[in-house]
């Protein structure tokens, strides 16, 4: 398979049984992943104004947090991006635009 991917040297890292950089940052990024789907979902569900400020205040820390990992895996070369064809992206925008007006 040829698909072009964009990506960077990727950094050595041990393969052991025991955990290395890489694995340890890759569960890092899950986490505050998993963190930030969390909080939005609490953000949605916040019953008092004063709760959501401070929901959304973790948030934003824990959104900012993730994109720093994600930026390191990426840097290290442990995160492969595979470009999309321009072709794709319309069609998605095609069936999300139909979508949108079977609701209004």
């Known amino acids: 398979m040829s698909e072009k991917t964009i990506k960077n040297p990727q950094t050595p890292f041990p393969e052991t049984p025991e955990l290395n950089d890489r694995d340890i940052l890759s569960d890092a990024l899950s986490t505050e992943k998993y963190l ?35 930026d390191l895996t990426f840097t290290h070369g442990w995160y492969v991006l595979t470009p999309t064809a321009s072709q794709e992206i319309q069609q998605a925008v095609q069936q999300f635009e139909g979508y949108k007006q079977q609701m209004q």
């Open 36 to 70: 930030c789907h969390s909080y939005q979902t609490a953000m949605q569900e916040a019953s008092h104004d004063a709760l959501y400020q401070l929901i959304f205040s973790q948030f934003r820390d824990t959104s900012k947090q993730q994109r720093s990992f994600y």
